[in-house]
């Protein structure tokens, strides 16, 4: 299985600057696309920002130019530095990874808990 784990989340003033961190565990074949969502109360959940295996990157229009997403291959980890926060960056932010279990098995949705950035005014 394949065990999904965010931190860094926070509270921050508008314009300031947070580091989300997220982390793929387990055991499993590969790990494929890596990207972080976000859902703001009574709102869907949106793509912010993902990441292939090669490094091919791409954001939200509304995101773009202020956050920068990263990765890691070797620790299977990914990164979201958020810059220049708005009130309405406020979210759960949503870690996913895209997945094989086996060499053979059909790619799987892989989600973590969430973690809370919220942005003051």
């Known amino acids: 299985q394949v065990q999904v784990v965010e931190s860094g989340g926070g509270l921050v003033q508008a314009g300031g600057s947070l580091r989300l961190s997220c982390t793929a565990s387990g055991r499993f074949f590969s790990i494929n696309t890596m990207g972080w969502y976000r859902q703001a109360p009574g709102k869907q959940r949106e793509l912010v920002a993902g990441i292939t295996s090669g490094g091919s990157t791409n954001y939200a229009e509304s995101v773009k130019g202020r956050f920068t997403i990263s990765r890691d291959n070797v620790k299977n980890t990914v990164y979201l530095q958020m810059n220049s926060l708005k009130p309405e960056d406020t979210a759960v932010y949503y870690c996913?990874?895209?997945?094989?279990?086996?060499?053979?098995?059909?790619?799987?949705?892989?989600w973590g808990q969430g973690t809370q950035v919220t942005v003051s005014s």
């Open positions: 996913n990874a895209d997945g094989k279990l086996y060499s053979y098995s059909p790619r799987k949705d892989y």
